[in-house]
């Protein structure tokens, strides 16, 4: 909740929560202060910098405590530095309900611990924390995924990557491993999509795990195995038809890692080593040695890693070698074929 201490001799301190106070009672209390230019300033130390507004409001604390806050007051009290949709968002999940039902009630009032609530996410949200983690999951390919800061965000890019899987591999029968899993949402989305695929996940990250087990849990896809390893070492022995990643390639000491969500998201899923691809290059090995012939290996990378990727991929000896753009037309997926 903001609060604005007030000290004023005439009405002695008071705290008053300035959010609680409606538009309406505010656009009255601005008129009314149109009349009256001198204000005891010099009787008053007001910490906050709408002072005339705050004095006028000082000297009938009562009244104005007293007026209920609506939703729609809420929303227009809060941080205007983040984004309207977002506040909706952000207040909606504070009320535990959506943006229609809010839409349909605006101009009810809140529970104060509601209001407390969402205050305080707005507050968070201006500092940089993602609307993701505020919320506790993310939308990926039209389903829920819980997310922490134990996992990545699932990116909308990402869903090029399941969109390939889907097409290129037929849809009964394919033995599938999504490596470096995170929150679950590659290989879950594949597990769901393909009810007759066999899916398996796997991440270095024990916290990472737990997250996708209560997806896979969520989404009711218990036949989807979960591994802690690193990369493929550790797998039980077996056969893949697919390897699928969205491996961490960020070069270490990129700007972008101090910039927006990147901030707040584990490092063990941002970044490895100097160029980005110290994972990619062990990855594309040991897949070598899990695929079956033919078998597809499909790997998300950064917008300016595709060439050094599919030349990785040559080396390896791998057939239909090719990159693949997403929507804004920048190269995103690499992949091949294991030769026979
Ligand atoms: C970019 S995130 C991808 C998460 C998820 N697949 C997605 O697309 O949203 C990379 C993931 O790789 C995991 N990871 C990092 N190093 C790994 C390793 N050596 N072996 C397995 N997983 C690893 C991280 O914990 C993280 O969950």
């Known amino acids: 909740m903001v609060e604005q201490r007030i000290e004023n001799p005439r009405v002695g301190s008071s ?56 939703y729609r007051d809420a ?17 909606a999940h504070a009320v535990e309900r959506n943006r229609a039902w809010l839409w349909s009630h605006l101009d009810e009032p809140i529970a104060p611990e509601s ?15 993602p609307v993701a983690y505020l919320l506790g999951y993310r939308e990926f390919y039209g389903r829920e995924f819980e997310v922490s800061p134990a996992v990545l965000i699932p990116r909308p890019e990402t869903e090029l990557l399941v969109d390939l899987a889907i097409s290129l591999l037929p849809d009964k029968n394919t033995r599938v491993v999504d490596v470096g899993t995170g929150s679950g949402a590659i290989g879950l989305t594949l597990a769901a999509e393909r009810p007759d695929w066999r899916v398996a996940l796997s991440d270095l990250s024990e916290a990472a795990l737990r997250i996708a087990g209560r997806n896979r849990d969520a989404l009711g896809l218990a036949r989807v195995e979960l591994f802690h ?6 797998l039980p022995e077996r056969r893949f038809d697919l390897v699928i990643s969205n491996p961490p390639y960020i070069a270490e000491g990129d700007p972008h890692l101090d910039a927006g969500d990147l901030r707040f998201e584990p490092g063990i899923a941002l970044s490895s080593g100097h160029d980005g691809l110290d994972l990619i290059k062990p990855l594309i090995v040991q897949a070598c ?23 990785l991929l040559d080396k390896q000896g791998f057939d239909s070698v090719r990159s693949w753009t997403d929507l804004a037309a920048i190269e995103r997926v690499s992949g091949g074929q294991a030769s026979p």
């Open 15 to 70: 705290i008053l929560p300035l959010a609680t106070i409606s538009s309406g009672r505010r656009i009255q209390a601005r008129r009314e202060l149109q009349f009256r230019p001198s204000f005891p300033r010099e009787r008053s130390r007001v910490v906050h910098h709408d002072q005339p507004l705050l004095l006028f409001l000082a000297e009938q604390p009562g009244a104005m405590i007293d007026q209920p806050t609506s």
């Open 229 to 234: 390893c690193d990369l493929l070492n550790g």
């Open 115 to 129: 209001l407390q609530r969402y205050q305080k996410f707005v507050e968070k949200r201006a500092a940089g924390h």
């Open 75 to 91: 929303l227009q009290d809060s941080n205007q530095d983040v984004d309207r949709f977002e506040r909706e968002v952000l207040l």
């Open 289 to 311: 040695s899990v695929l079956v012939p033919g078998g597809w290996l499909l790997l998300e990378h950064g917008h300016d890693q595709a060439e050094a990727v599919r030349s």
